[in-house]
């Protein structure tokens, strides 16, 4: 199973930008879609951002023109650059790759990492 490892993650004032990473172990170009998720203690995951393998992407609205999903698939990383941050968007921040086989959908998840927003 393929393995996600998040980086960038840290403690960034309101109004800041950040740049999380997503390096996946194999080509992600198989994958039918790659996406970013965060969680609060004491909440559900919630879905950040997606872009499927043809570069389609997808946002919540609360990061709506204020984050950016891209992929680079010679590097097989997936990257959240996330500007105008605000509290509210503290958060473990957590790497997905999902693909189909069988008529069945798979997912992997990486370990998170920790972003807080905070002057």
């Known amino acids: 199973q393929v393995q996600l490892v998040e980086s960038g993650g840290g403690l960034v004032r309101p109004g800041g930008s950040l740049n999380v990473s997503c390096a996946a172990s194999e080509s992600i170009s198989s994958f039918n879609a790659m996406g970013w998720y965060r969680q609060v203690p004491g909440k559900q995951r919630e879905l950040v951002a997606t872009i499927t393998s043809s570069g389609s992407t997808n946002y919540a609205d609360s990061v709506k023109g204020r984050f950016t999903v891209s992929r680079d698939n010679v590097k097989n990383t997936v990257y959240l650059q996330m500007n105008s941050l605000k509290p509210e968007d503290t958060a473990i921040y957590y790497c997905?790759?999902?693909?189909?086989?069988?008529?069945?959908?798979?997912?992997?998840w990486g370990q998170g990492t920790q972003v807080t927003v905070s002057s």
């Open positions: 997905n790759a999902a693909w189909t086989f069988r008529f069945r959908t798979y997912n992997s």
